[in-house]
Each structure stands twice: as structure tokens, then as C-alpha cells.
């Protein structure tokens, strides 16, 4: 989509601190005389033409192991160990500058600080649940329950820009720049009521979902004892049969993705009408919404679905769907045994980790989190020279150059589509290392001691800032990532992208290498997201980042039919026997991948004014660009994790991303990949869309 989350997906606050990710182990080799492409990753015994992947990564492959405490390691992990590093170096500073209560740098060692203090979180025990746990139990009517639903609403969804559509409460809400008036902040609410990561491990009938779906009601049930709860076993079956009512009447990713189904303005007063069942103005009250006066309904299926189970099913079984959500939510900061058992199924079972990434580096995680700007204005001072700054945004002003040569010479595009499209170009914000906007924590309250509260403030904090900018107008150099983000991002509705520091980093990015490297690896990346803004999601914007048709019909008739050829070219890739690629799930990826390939490298040729740049570890030009951009897909999952990005993920695994090169003409050449060969496509199966 016209997003871009290249690597993970980003999950529930609470998720993420226990996901299996982080970690220090592994390493990407960068001896201080070799800047580029790194020998020691590749595997010469492969032809390239064959498998581009292994050819480029291969002998990262064979040395490097995924770390107990992982489901996946690759180059954007390895990055963020990097920045977690250092920011717990930059959390470190905050520990010992000993700030004056209120600083940013006082809040940050405070709740580090808070979430260390594993004695007093065991101390505490479940008590800071009880008052909520309390305020559940005491629901007596279904107006009530609507209110208490209502006070569980977060701004813990986005639908296009950091692409989440999940959230464990009832519903979530995204504030972001209205379809049809990008000039103002609107309320666009999302489906939600799972825990696990979408409607698929609740419907999918195969046997490894069939036996999570029993892992995950034992384990229901044993955190519902663990707080103490009567019968847990009959309450996590009927909590279980709830979410399962629930998944039925979400979308499908795919459908998810298709915003001419999500621009659905409904006022206020509509919604008892339109999806009766849940007494909206008490939910609107309890979400301190009771103002607004429109929104917009990414799902208008899921809400109606929602909404009618809250009246059908009885209110103890929501009541015990509420308690559940609330102890998993906040588990991370409860004591040992909880924090164990969230593991134990969401790391273990889902992904295969088998152990928890090391208490300070969750830590560091809940900092970055919680007060992500008070830690990347501190990281953009020390990390992100203004040469690195001043290279990348020499490379983006020629990618985008690329970018209207390309669209200037499309045979098959109307003029009047493409001076569209032009126009796009010319207005697009592209951010480079951090924002010049700083987030204002002065109303967030973290407080010394108390791990549970400084985690729920900071969720309300959140969802306050976010509604509190609805109808104020856009500002459109508004960041959506921290700069120690590794990561980057197409922000359609803002029409802006967004490279943070972090990931302007080796395999990515290197001061000290080749032009030839840095367009291949990063250059790649900035192409990627620059297609984004004229995929089928992106298409649909205009230069105001207002969803508007600008595309000829003949136009978006051609679009669709090259598009349909690469459809099949990744449903043919099968990480499985039994699994293949959902080509129409990654298409917009995938595209972007291609497309950024081929601006990148047409911009890295013009940048080269006819001359012939030196070789570097023995590869010419052209090739240290393609084994650049494969060597920024090396990456290894565990077989859990695999398959769950395969279903969920509109990214394609770092496989066949690598293998996008075929497409691109001047792959064949540098590497003599020739028919017979796995990767051989004939020059018009080569998909060519900008
Ligand atoms: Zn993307």
C-alpha cells in the first residue's frame, strides 16, 4: 500500500515489548577499509541467475543464527540492535544527569526506571488492575458496558501510513488527514476486538491454526486464573467463541487495503442507526468523543457485526472478554508470572522465540515508545552528521528526476494523467533523518515507581494528542517515526515521505562507500517509497493528498493489467509446499520494489555524467548496485514467523523482495543470468509499470 512498513508490522504497545525481536548477537560485518558490498556475505557457488538471494546473502545465511530469543534476524533487525544501543546509551545519559522533575530527560530515566523494578512490580502484584478490574466487574447494564467499552478506545490504529489495523480493543481510531478534505484532521475508526493478529488464526482451518487456537484458549484461561477468576476454562471458551463472532465480521487485509471501501463518513448521530446494537452516545461519551461530530468508517461490515454482538451476547461474557484484554494489554508490567505466561504463548507459540529479549532492552523499548521524540532529538544531535543529510537529500532530488523522466517517456500514459503526476512529484515533502517538529511531553506524567501507570498514561497521552488536532489543519511536515526508527515511510495523505537517521545506516547507507552501493541499497529504498505515491493505493491521491481520480480510465485499465502480471509472478513463489505467495496481497510492495530498482539505478547512471567508477571487491558498477540492494534483504525467519508474515504481511519475505531484480534489464548483464535459469524471465515477462 501506499505505506510502507518494510519491515515489521508495527503491533499493540504491549505486544511490542514482548515481541520477539531486538536482541545484541548477530552482526553485519564492516571491516573499516571495506565500505559496500560485503564479500564475506555472499555464496559464489550459487549462480546469481538462479537464486539472486542466496548468490548475495548466502554466506550470511550459513553463519548467522536467529537468536533464541527471536523469531527473525536481517539487516533491519541488526539495525535496530544498533539503535536500541545506542539509545540506551542516550537512556544512560538521562540515568545519570540526575534532571530536574519535568525535563524530558527526567521523564526518560523515571520510566526506564519504572519498568527495571522488577521487585516492585512483583510487590505490587495485580493491584493496579484492581480499580479497573472493579469497574468491569461492576457493569450491571449495557449502557454501562458501552461507556466502559468506550474508555478502552486508543489511537492505536493506522491505516496507511504505519499500516495497523490491529488493535485488541473494541474498535481503534486513526487521526489523520480527511479523504475529501486533506486540508483538516479527521476521526477514522477501525475494526478490532482480537488479540490475535487477524481474523485468519480464528477462521483458518488448517493445523497449526487449529492447534494455536487451543494454545491460545489455555491460554486465556490461565491468565484469568492468574487474576484470580472463577472457572477460567469455561470464561476463556466463551471469551474465545466471542472473538471468533468478532473475526467473522472483520475485513480481510486485502479488503482492508482498499481505500475506496474505507471512505465512509458517518455523523455521530448515525451510527445507532446505521450499527444498532451498541449504545453509541455512552461509547462516544466514555471515548470523550461525545463532540465529534463525524468520523470515518474504515469497515462499515465490522462495525454493523460489532456492534449487533454487543447486544446479542450476554454481558458477562463481555465483561470477561474486557478483564482478559485489559491483564494481556498490560501484562509487560505486571509481576513475573504474567509477564510469563504473555510470553509463553504470544512469544513461544506464535513466533517460536524461546526466550524474552533481556529486561533492559524492553526497557529501552518503553522509552522509545513512550517519549520516542525526547530520545531522537537527542539521537539526531549525536548521530546524524549534516553530511549524511546533505548526501541522501542529493540522492532523493535524483531518484525524484528519475522519477519524471520515467513517467515522461510512458507510451501508454495520457498527457493530462501525467502532468498529475508531475504535479505530485514537484509538491512531495521527503523528510531526511528527523523531524524539525518536536513532539511536547509536558503533559505526559511519568511517575518514579510505577511501571503499570506510566504505561496506561502514556496509551491516554497518545489518543489525547491525537484527538485534540481533529479539524485543526494539517500540517503536512508532520513525522509519523522517531529519528532512531529503523524504517521509512510514504505518508499518502500528507503526500510527504519520511527516511528516519537510523536507517540511513550500512547495509543501507554509507558515508564511506560507493555512489554504486548507496544508490543500490538506500537509493532503492527511496525509489521504493517515491512509487508508492502512483500505486493503486497512491494513485488514488492526488498532489494535496485528497482522494481524488486523476488517471485517465485508460490509464488505470493499463495500470491494472501490467500490475496483473506481477500478481502472477508472486503467486508462483511457494516459501512452503503447502503456502505460496497472495500476490494480490503484497502487489503494491512489490511493485514499489521494482519501481524503486529501476529509478534508483536510472539516477545513479545519470549521476555518473559518463564515467566509469572504480570496482569495489572486485563487482563493477552495476554490480555492486544490484548486491547492495539484495544484501539489504538478508533475513532469516523461523518457520511460525514465516508463515505469519506470508498471510498478514502485504510485504513479500526478504527472498523474494531480493529477487525483484529480475524485472530490471540491466540485472541480466551484470550478472549473465541467461535463459534455463530459475530466475530467467524473457525480456516481455519482465514486469515494467514506472
Ligand atoms: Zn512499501
Do not use: C
Not at 506481477?566 to 503484497?586: C, H, I, M, S, W
Amino acid at each position: 500500500m501506499a505505506n510502507l512498513r518494510m519491515v515489521w508490522r508495527h503491533i499493540a504497545l504491549a505486544a511490542m515489548l514482548f515481541a520477539a525481536m531486538g536482541g545484541a548477537r548477530a552482526t553485519w560485518p564492516q571491516a573499516a577499509e571495506e565500505h559496500g558490498v560485503v564479500r564475506e556475505n555472499m555464496d559464489p557457488s550459487v549462480k546469481p541467475g538462479d537464486d539472486f538471494f542466496r548468490y548475495s546473502n548466502g554466506g550470511w545465511i550459513e553463519r548467522t543464527e536467529i537468536p533464541a530469543d527471536r523469531a527473525t534476524v536481517g539487516a533491519f533487525l541488526l539495525l535496530r540492535d544498533k539503535s536500541d544501543k545506542r539509545v540506551k546509551g542516550l537512556v544512560d545519559e538521562a540515568l545519570k544527569a540526575n534532571a530536574a522533575p519535568g525535563t524530558n530527560m527526567r521523564k526518560m530515566a523515571d520510566l526506564y526506571n519504572s519498568y527495571m523494578d522488577e521487585a516492585g512490580i512483583e510487590a505490587k502484584g495485580l493491584g493496579p488492575l484492581e480499580s479497573h478490574l472493579k469497574e468491569i466487574a461492576a457493569i450491571k447494564s449495557k449502557k454501562e458496558l458501552a461507556f466502559v467499552l468506550g474508555k478502552t478506545l486508543r489511537a492505536d490504529v493506522d491505516a496507511l501510513n504505519n499500516t495497523n489495523f490491529h488493535t485488541a480493543n473494541l474498535f481503534g481510531v486513526w487521526v489523520a488527514p480527511d479523504f475529501d478534505d486533506s486540508d483538516h484532521y479527521a476521526a477514522y475508526l477501525l475494526e478490532g476486538g482480537l488479540q490475535l493478529p487477524d481474523r485468519e488464526y480464528y477462521l483458518g482451518q488448517s493445523e497449526r491454526m487449529k492447534n494455536l487456537r487451543a494454545e491460545y484458549q489455555k491460554h486465556v484461561a490461565a491468565m484469568l486464573q492468574l487474576a484470580g477468576f472463577s472457572e477460567p476454562e469455561t470464561r476463556a471458551a466463551k471469551v474465545l467463541e466471542l472473538e471468533h463472532a468478532i473475526a467473522e465480521k472483520h475485513l480481510s487485509l486485502a479488503e482492508n487495503e482498499d481505500i475506496h471501501k474505507a471512505n465512509n463518513h458517518w455523523k455521530r448521530t448515525e451510527f445507532a442507526a446505521k450499527a444498532p446494537g451498541l449504545d453509541w452516545d455512552e461509547y462516544f461519551r466514555g471515548a470523550g468523543l461525545e463532540k465529534q461530530a463525524n468520523f470515518i468508517v474504515w469497515q462499515p461490515t465490522a462495525f454493523v457485526g460489532e456492534s449487533a454482538l454487543v447486544a446479542s451476547e450476554p454481558p458477562q461474557v463481555w465483561q470477561d472478554w474486557l478483564a482478559y484484554h485489559l491483564i494481556e494489554a498490560y501484562a509487560p508490567v505486571l509481576p513475573k508470572a504474567v509477564a510469563d505466561e504473555r510470553f509463553a504463548f504470544f512469544g513461544t507459540a506464535m513466533t517460536g522465540a524461546s526466550e524474552q529479549r533481556p529486561r533492559w532492552q524492553r526497557a529501552v523499548s518503553l522509552v522509545n515508545q513512550q517519549l520516542g521524540d525526547a530520545v531522537g532529538q537527542m539521537y539526531a544531535k549525536e548521530y546524524f552528521p549534516a553530511e549524511s543529510k546533505a548526501r541522501v537529500d542529493q540522492m532523493v532530488t535524483n531518484i525524484v528526476t528519475a522519477f519524471h523522466k520515467r513517467i515522461d517517456a510512458l507510451d501508454w500514459m495520457d498527457p493530462a494523467t501525467k502532468a498529475e503526476a508531475h504535479a505530485k512529484l514537484k509538491t512531495l515533502y521527503v523528510g531526511i533523518g528527523y523531524t524539525e517538529q518536536w513532539q511536547d511531553y509536558s503533559r505526559l506524567e511519568i511517575k518514579p515507581g510505577e511501571a503499570f501507570g506510566n504505561l496506561w498514561r502514556g496509551g491516554l497521552f497518545v489518543y489525547q494528542a491525537k484527538i485534540a488536532q481533529l479539524g485543526k489543519p494539517v500540517n503536512r511536515k508532520q513525522w509519523s517515526m522517531t529519528p532512531q526508527t529503523v524504517n521509512a515511510v510514504n505518508l499518502p495523505l500528507q503526500n510527504a515521505l519520511n527516511f528516519p537517521a537510523a536507517i540511513l545506516e550500512p547495509p543501507f547507507f554509507d558515508g564511506k562507500a560507493s555512489d554504486a552501493f548507496n544508490y543500490g541499497a538506500i537509493g532503492s529504498v527511496i525509489g521504493h517509497e517515491v512509487s508508492h505515491t502512483f500505486d493503486a493505493e497512491g494513485s488514488a491521491f492526488d498532489a494535496k493528498g485528497a482522494v481524488r481520480n486523476w488517471w485517465t480510465p485508460a490509464d488505470l485499465a493499463h495500470f491494472e493489467a501490467s500490475t496483473q502480471k506481477l500478481v502472477e509472478q508472486y503467486d508462483a513463489y511457494r516459501p512452503f509446499p503447502d503456502l505460496a505467495l497472495n500476490g494480490k496481497q503484497t502487489i503494491d510492495e512489490n511493485i514499489a520494489d521494482v519501481a524503486g530498482i529501476a529509478a534508483s539505478l536510472d539516477a545513479y547512471h545519470a549521476s555518473l555524467n559518463g564515467k566509469t567508477p572504480p570496482e569495489q571487491a572486485g563487482f563493477n558498477s552495476d554490480q555492486q548496485f544490484f548486491l547492495a540492494y539484495a544484501q539489504t534483504r538478508a533475513g532469516k525467519s523461523r518457520e511460525g514467523a514465516l508463515r505469519q508474515q506470508v498471510l498478514t504481511d502485504p510485504h513479500s519475505p526478504s527472498e523474494y523482495r531480493a529477487d525483484a531484480v529480475r524485472n530490471i534489464d540491466a540485472w541480466y548483464p551484470a550478472f549473465g543470468a541467461r535463459d534455463g535459469e530459475k530466475l530467467y524471465l524473457k525480456p516481455e515477462e519482465r514486469v515494467r509499470i514506472w
